[in-house]
């Protein structure tokens, strides 16, 4: 048995995020074949926290350790940004819009889900593309300070909760380009076109467009 040394990509930095809000069925529910076609892109982000809620429940049987059971609830992400869209912040939260220009908040309201999107940028042109197919909005701050001498930044945090889109209860896709099965010419416009939530949906986002295929032939 041999040694192999590895030396992983270091991390560089945040970049843009990304989402699209779910259209839900009649009932109300999430739909994850059915999201709004416009997916929007924000470079508007200083840090991302995220905290994957995992918990282990040991099984005991006739004195011993008979299986443990892992269960991962939900995946929470604090993002810090320096501005977020005012129309789209009130539409994560379920905020009434008024036709006057009169806007209602606080209230309890079923929150939207949409999908999270993410890039993580790393050491010599590496990245790792990401989304979150069910998420909500947890929490938001509203921070505001009186202005100084010297402008300084007044950033808020939103935290966004994803959880299981699937019957496999997955929370998240990606794709990193230091692992082998990395799709060959994938670029970050391609992975956030749309939510992606399957191998086919990828596939479809890679496809050449007819102005491509035309240029190729």
Not at 34 to 46: A, G, I
Not at 88 to 110: F, P, Q, V, W, Y
Not at 165 to 190: A, C, H, I, R
Request: aromatic letters at 10%; glycine letters at 6%.
């Amino acid at each position: 048995m041999g040694i192999k040394t590895k030396k992983p990509m270091v991390k560089e930095s945040v970049g843009a995020l990304y989402y699209a809000f779910n259209k839900p069925t009649t009932d109300g529910e999430f739909d994850a074949e059915n999201y709004e076609d416009e997916v929007v892109k924000s470079e508007v982000v200083k840090n991302i926290s995220t905290t994957e809620n995992a918990d282990s429940v040991i099984i005991r049987a006739s004195g011993k350790v008979y299986d443990t059971v892992n269960s991962n609830e939900y995946i929470d992400m604090a993002v810090e940004v320096v501005a977020i869209d005012p129309a789209d912040l009130a539409k994560m939260r379920a905020d009434k819009i008024g036709e006057t220009g009169l806007n209602r908040s606080g209230g309890s309201k079923k929150r939207p889900f949409f999908a999270f999107g993410k890039v993580k940028k790393l050491l010599n042109n590496g990245v790792e593309y990401a989304w979150y197919p069910k998420c909500q909005l947890v929490e938001n701050t509203d921070d505001i300070s009186t202005k100084e001498e010297n402008f300084s930044e007044q950033n808020d945090t939103i935290t966004i909760r994803a959880y299981d889109y699937n019957k496999d209860e997955d929370k998240k896709t990606w794709v990193n380009s230091e692992m082998s099965n990395f799709p060959e010419g994938l670029t970050e416009e391609q992975f956030f076109t749309k939510p992606i939530l399957t191998d086919e949906d990828l596939a479809a986002v890679m496809k050449p467009t007819t102005e491509e295929e035309n240029e190729g032939a």
